[in-house]
């Protein structure tokens, strides 16, 4: 079965600090992994997908996930934090998405 | 880009009553749709896959009885929860995708509460 383990349930970084949420995906197969956010009392937006072409995938909102098949992660970063970036974040594996467990980002001004 | 319209956002209902939650694509056809329950302060759980036109796929665990999924168009999937108790009580979300290119378009989430 696929899975991901997301380090961390709540990450907390200062106002322009680097970001960075841990994923960690176990799978027998080629992954296909995602990286969704939520707002609270709200659906999922996808930031980026990894679907076995680059392994460097740039999304949205300035995130970027990198994708290390031999530590089998797949970890979200952005340069630099902004306030809009509070929220829930899920990593997720596998078609249709098994999400992990989440990570909240929280940013201090 | 693609859209997923889902309705109500919030409900309340009685213990014992049923509510439908629906979940519509606007802008492309739904080839298939998902949907997931997510627990406060938890991770998504997938239910069940629905596919147009065919009976939905359980995940393991999943009362079907309690769960009715019905997929009549390429747009539009229902669930409805029968004979709802507190415990049915979460946050609900669908999800669709018209095929290819591993994109998963989500709703914005039905908040059920049953008292």
């Known amino acids: 079965a696929q899975s991901v383990t997301q380090l961390g349930s709540h990450v907390s970084v200062s106002e322009g600090a680097l970001v960075l949420l841990r994923c960690n995906y176990s799978?027998?197969?080629?992954?296909?992994l995602f990286w969704y956010v939520q707002y609270p009392n709200q659906g999922l937006q996808l930031l980026l997908k990894?679907?076995?072409?680059?392994?460097l995938v740039k999304g949205i909102n300035g995130f970027e996930a990198e994708f290390k098949k031999s530590e089998t992660s797949f970890h979200l970063t952005k340069p630099s934090a902004h306030m809009s970036d509070a929220a829930e974040y899920f990593c997720?594996?596998?078609?249709?998405?098994?999400f992990g467990k989440g990570t909240r980002l929280s940013v201090i001004a | 880009g693609a859209v997923v319209s889902q309705h109500p956002s919030r409900v309340i209902c009685k213990s014992g009553t049923s509510v439908k939650i629906e979940c519509r694509s606007l802008?492309?056809?739904?080839?298939?749709m998902f949907w997931y329950r997510q627990f406060p302060k938890q991770s998504l759980m997938l239910m069940a896959t629905?596919?147009?036109?065919?009976?939905?796929?359980?995940e393991q665990g999943v009362e079907k009885d309690k769960f009715l999924i019905n997929h009549a168009s390429l747009t539009l999937s229902t669930l409805t929860v029968t004979s709802a108790h507190p415990e049915d009580s979460s946050f609900y979300i669908c999800?669709?995708?018209?095929?290819?290119?591993?994109?998963?378009?989500f709703g914005s989430g039905t908040r059920l509460t049953v008292v």
């Open positions: 997720a594996v596998s078609s249709p998405p098994v």
């Open positions: 999800s669709a995708t018209g095929g290819g290119d591993y994109g998963y378009t």
């Open positions: 799978s027998s197969v080629p992954p296909y």
């Open positions: 629905s596919n147009e036109g065919s009976k939905a796929t359980y």
């Open positions: 990894y679907t076995s072409a680059a392994t």
């Open positions: 802008d492309f056809q739904a080839t298939t």
